[in-house]
Nanobody
Framework: VQLVESGGGLVQPGGSLRLSCAAS????????MAWYRQAPGKQRELVAT???????NYADSVKGRFTISRDNAKNTVHLQMNSLKPEDTAVYYC???????????????WGQGTQVTVSS
């Protein structure tokens, strides 16, 4: 199983970016898909989650600015980030709670991360 993120980069304050994550491999089912981020010198924190039923949840710091969405048919999850602030600068990681064929448990899988830098 592989999770591959894309869409990071450098953006000015107030700008927007859209992150994408595609999960591939022998995937039977994906329960929750999520985005986390880790800023330099800080712990990794949860940004947003989206369940299989498309129920979403957000960290207080991004509510109203970020939107998580997923395409269950394509095993993809996106994070639309608007009104970006310098404090949003971090490496963003995709996370999926999924079950592979031939197994009966859901396990956490992580992408390699994509850098988002908000700076003028």
């Amino acid at each position: 199983v592989q999770l591959v993120e894309s869409g990071g980069g450098l953006v000015q304050p107030g700008g927007s970016l859209r992150l994408s994550c595609a999960a591939s491999g022998s995937i039977f089912s994906i329960n929750v898909m999520a985005w986390y981020r880790q800023a330099p010198g800080k712990q990794r924190e949860l940004v947003a989650t989206c369940t299989l039923a498309n129920i979403t949840n957000y960290a207080d710091s991004v509510k109203g600015r970020f939107t998580i969405s997923r395409d269950n048919a394509k095993n993809t999850v996106h994070l639309q980030m608007n009104s970006l602030k310098p404090e949003d600068t971090a490496v963003y990681y995709c996370n999926a709670d999924l079950r592979t064929y031939g197994t009966y448990s859901y396990l956490d899988y992580w992408g390699q991360g994509t850098q988002v830098t908000v700076s003028s």
